[in-house]
């Protein structure tokens, strides 16, 4: 699929419809969702045949994308019902094949019980950004490492790129800032001031690979 | 949601032990052709907890699943089937039950509910 055609199919998503603010929905919008996803595939391989997990997927553009791209298996997480099912019918719009899961991603996503496991091969998240709620973003990314095998795909606020580098390396993974991307984000909520207010955003891949191989009691046979 | 992603899920309630696999009651599932490709479904066979698969399945009445054998990966015809089981089958409402707790959670359209306190949101 080329990335014209991808970002033309994800602007049939329709993002968040009453976006609310403690939960930090901004939407990614089709222009930099396509363009992610088009580099994970076409530079890192790490979606064509691949388990993929969206953690916060909202109204699930991304892990919609990625399972238009070519993932084997893709499910996406979210504690929202609303936007849930938003993403579920866009899901059917888009003839894809994703399935959504209804959750609040740090407490489900402990550890506790042995999970969890290390289902996905690559995570890719628009996670909140931690402006709201202050430490979810790095709770987010926590998650992701546990549950992603090969790589994790964030997008994170530039001014909080040093800490997240330095915790990232301390988890054992490797990090690299894939782009910067200007976040224009539209007047949502009553706290924004002005029109429109643009953020700076890293799109951050975090390679896994060398962290632990995973070994048969991870689960599968 | 499909069988694979139930044979992800655990109970999120605390402290219950052995919450894997969780309970499920179907409803009404719906099956949704999918395209085959071996290599795919062997990949997702990777990442399965079998046993829970298998008595899954048949306790929502299909199947059954053969008892794992390590040659089973390579036989197209089981292939096939998880292929359908694992892809094709959607369960679109229903329940799934923590084993340790009893504590139900509702499927509906197709997503699963795992939250515990609807206040959180």
Redesign the interface.
Known sequence: MKLKELEGFLQTVTPFQNPKVMLEQYPTSPHIASRMLYAIDATFDDLDGKIVGDLGCGCGVLAIGANLLGSCYTVGFDVDTDALAQAHENNTDCEAEVDFVRCDIPSYFDGENGFPRKFFDTIVMNPPFGTRKKGVDMEFLKVAFQLARGSVYSLHKTSTRNHILKTASSWGAKCEVVAELRFDIPNMYKHHKKRTQDVQVDFLRFDLSQVSSPSESDGGV | ??L??HN?????V????N??PLKLVCEKKEV?E?DF?A??VK????????DALRATVESIGEGPLPV?DDGLKENEDFLRQMHHIL?EIHVIEGELECPASGRKFKIS???????INEE??
């Not at chain 2, 990949?43 to 079998?50: D, F, G, N, Q």
């Open positions: 949601m499909r694979l992603t992800m899920l655990a109970s999120p605390k402290g219950a032990n919450a894997f949704m999918a490709d290599e795919m990949h997702l066979l990777s990442r399965v907890e079998y794992w892809l359209d197709g997503i699963p509910n795992m939250l959180e949101v």
